[in-house]
């Protein structure tokens, strides 16, 4: 399986390959030395207001579906990104994206979506 989603402290498994942390904010109070990622591409995380928006900072939350649709209109910005990691896929790399260790729900979860652009930009 070359594209892999998975929380940042998860263990590191051999068959990982690249392991891309796509959060916006890095895990707080995290020694350099315990980083469990390669690459840090901050901007595949969803922006500040849309992290805000969808877990209700000081509104009402967003739905997911609005998060979604959000989240693939903010990556348009980031589609040379996007296709690096399907062109690394597409050579039969395994690049694994990482996101928050508090992130539980997959299908919430913009690593997913993420994986979902990667997959669609690959030329297989």
């Not at 959000?70 to 062109?87: G, N």
Request: contains cysteine; hydrophobic residues 35%.
């Amino acid at each position: 399986m070359p594209l892999k989603t998975k929380r940042w402290n998860a263990p590191v498994e051999p068959d990982d390959g690249l392991r891309v942390l796509v959060c916006r904010y890095r895990p707080r109070g995290l020694p350099k030395a315990k980083e469990t990622w390669n690459v840090w591409w901050r901007d595949l995380g969803p922006s500040e207001e849309l992290f805000d928006a969808f877990y209700g900072k000081g509104q009402t939350p967003i739905t997911l579906d609005a998060y979604r649709e959000r989240y693939f209109r903010e990556m348009e910005a980031q589609r040379d990104k996007i296709a690096e990691l399907a062109e690394r896929v597409d050579r039969g790399e395994t690049v694994t994206l990482l996101c928050s260790k508090d992130c539980i729900l997959e299908q919430a979860c913009h690593r997913s979506m993420l994986a979902e652009l990667v997959q669609a930009a690959r030329r297989q």
